[in-house]
Nanobody, 126 residues
């Protein structure tokens, strides 16, 4: 069984920073892309950022220039550096891994991902 485990969430004031991490454990698998999604109370899960094994990145407009995704896809590790946080960034953040190659923008979609973590809470106070 594959497990993705997120860490690094917490409570931060608006304008602050947090760094999320995601690591895989369990059965060995090969991912070709990994991504971060988030879900606020009462809202659908939404795309935040993705990175491919080739290093291509994709960001939601709402986080562009504030968040940076990085990681070692071959080792199934992923990070999200979040700067200039806003109250509207408050959500549970999920790490996900995809095992199939698609064109980059396809990784906006949750259905492209095969494995998901349990999520880590990020709360930004005003």
């Amino acid at each position: 069984q594959v497990q993705l485990v997120e860490s690094g969430g917490g409570l931060v004031q608006a304008g602050g920073s947090l760094r999320l991490s995601c690591a895989a454990s369990g059965r060995s698998f090969s991912s070709v892309a990994m991504g971060w999604f988030r879900q606020a109370p009462g809202k659908e899960r939404e795309f935040v950022a993705a990175i491919t094994e080739g290093g291509s990145t994709l960001y939601a407009d709402s986080v562009k220039d504030r968040f940076t995704i990085s990681g070692d896809i071959a080792k199934n590790t992923l990070y999200l550096q979040m700067n200039s946080l806003k109250p509207e960034d408050t959500a549970v953040y999920y790490c996900a891994a995809a095992s199939q190659n698609y064109f980059l923008t396809a990784y906006l979609e949750t259905r492209r991902y095969d494995y998901w973590g349990q999520g880590t809470q990020v709360t930004v106070s005003s």
